[in-house]
């Protein structure tokens, strides 16, 4: 299924690249959600992560030409959305405290999650900002370590080190939680 999805996509960014209308509808519906939960999840607050991923979204028409490879959409596209949440976030940081905001938001399910499931999207919120974001797109978005590199415009080893010190965190967070009666 997953295999589909990604043919799907990299079918809609060739066609968004020609200026397809439907095209890039079809991939701001499918891409659009995950950039917005990336972005609520760097910046706390829904509707500056609504306008970024806005801005975003024109950026990325305006370059999709620059990208060499279909398949690295998605790291590349969550990449500008990252650059538009520093911007805002460096713009706000004299006027708020980002940690204090930050609200759990979490892609629609058909399913509600599980109570584990629950516990631990509640662990990674609780997080800093670039942990849980590190955290979200290697384990939940399912980027390998390359992309989510590229998506967070940070070297591989930074992703490591800030996945090492999230699972430390989150194992300490979560410890006895899944014990057995």
Known sequence: ???????????????????DPAAMTDLVRMRGPRLLVHATRLLG????AQDAV????IEIFRNLNGLRADVAFPAWATRIVTRRCARIISGNQRTRKIAEELTPITETE???PSDDLKLVQEA???LPPQQ?????????EDMSLAEVSVALDVPIGTVK???????ERLKAQLKGAFDDP
């Open 161 to 167: 080190s800030r996945l090492s010190l999230a699972r």
């Open 54 to 57: 806005q801005e975003a979204w």
């Open 110 to 112: 058909v399913e509600t």
């Open 124 to 126: 990674i919120v609780g």
């Open 45 to 48: 607050n829904r509707e500056e």
């Open 132 to 140: 849980a974001a590190t955290v979200a797109l290697f384990y939940l």
């Open 1 to 19: 299924m997953a295999i589909k999805k990604q043919a799907l996509e990299e079918y809609l960014v060739a066609g968004a690249r020609m200026r």
